[in-house]
C-alpha cells in the first residue's frame, strides 16, 4: 500500500536557520513526489516535484530511494516561510491520485 | 473562474439529513478530485474524475457517499443520512490531464454534523 509519513506536526524555527522538514514513503512500484504548501488564509497549492529537480523560494527537495525518504530542506528560514507543509505521493505511470502526509507546520520565528 | 471553486464554503448540518458540495473546476481541466481532511490530519483520497467518468472510486468511505460529474465541469459530492464523523473539509481539486500534473485546490467546504 502507498503511504506517506511525515513525524513532525511542528517545526519550530527562528528566522536564518536552517530547516528540514521530514517525508517518508513507502511504496513498491517508482514514485512521484511532491511538496504541497498552504499558507495562511490560501488554498493548498504545488511548492515543488521531484522530477523538475527545481528550487523553489529556497526549497529543495532530493528523492533518496534507498531510504525512501523525500525531505524539503531550506539553507536560511524566512518569516514568510510559515506554513503547512504536505508531503504527496503517486504512483508512475497511472492518474495522478496523489496520497498526502499529514503535514507539518513550520513556525518560523524573528 | 479564475481558480476551483467551492460551495457552500460551510455547512452546519444535523445527524442523519443529506448534504451536497457542489465543485467548479478550472475550465479546460479535464481530472477532478475529490479529498477529505479531518481536523489534525492529511487529506485522505475520496473520488477521482477522468470527464464525466469515475475511474477510481476506491477512497469513498461508504456506501452514503456519492458523487457525479457532469458537462467535464461542474461536479457534486453527495453524503446521505450524515453521520458526526462526515465532519471535515472536504476538498476538490483539477488539474489539465490525468499525468503527473500539478493539482490546482480550491478552498474546501466544511461540513460539520451536529
Known amino acids: 500500500a502507498q503511504r506517506v509519513t511525515q513525524p513532525e506536526k511542528l517545526l519550530s524555527v527562528f528566522k536564518g536557520a536552517p530547516v528540514e522538514l521530514k517525508c517518508n514513503y513507502s511504496y513498491s512500484g517508482s514514485p512521484e513526489l511532491f511538496w504541497y504548501v498552504q499558507y495562511s488564509r490560501q488554498r493548498l497549492q504545488l511548492l515543488l516535484r521531484h522530477i523538475s529537480r527545481e528550487s523553489i523560494k529556497g526549497f529543495t527537495a532530493d528523492l533518496n530511494k534507498g531510504e525512501t525518504s523525500f525531505h524539503l530542506k531550506k539553507p536560511f528560514a524566512q518569516e514568510e516561510d510559515s506554513a503547512m507543509y504536505y508531503c504527496a505521493l503517486a504512483a508512475s505511470g497511472g492518474y495522478n491520485k496523489l496520497i498526502f502526509g499529514a503535514g507539518t507546520r513550520l513556525a518560523v520565528h524573528p | 473562474g479564475a481558480g476551483v471553486s467551492q460551495s457552500p464554503s460551510n455547512k452546519v448540518t444535523e445527524k442523519g439529513k443529506d448534504v451536497e458540495l457542489r465543485c467548479d473546476p478550472i475550465?479546460?481541466?479535464?481530472?477532478l478530485y475529490w479529498y477529505r481532511q479531518r481536523l489534525g490530519q492529511g487529506l485522505e483520497f475520496l473520488i477521482y474524475f477522468q470527464g464525466n467518468s469515475a475511474p477510481d472510486k476506491s477512497g469513498l468511505p461508504s456506501d452514503r457517499f456519492s458523487a457525479e460529474r457532469t458537462g467535464e465541469s461542474v461536479s457534486t459530492l453527495t453524503i446521505q443520512r450524515t453521520q458526526q464523523e462526515d465532519s471535515a473539509v472536504y476538498l476538490c481539486?483539477?488539474?489539465?490531464?490525468?499525468?503527473?500534473?500539478?493539482?490546482?485546490f480550491g478552498e474546501g467546504s466544511r461540513l460539520t454534523v451536529l
Open positions: 481539486a483539477s488539474s489539465l490531464n490525468t499525468g503527473a500534473g500539478e493539482l490546482f
Open positions: 475550465s479546460g481541466h479535464t481530472a
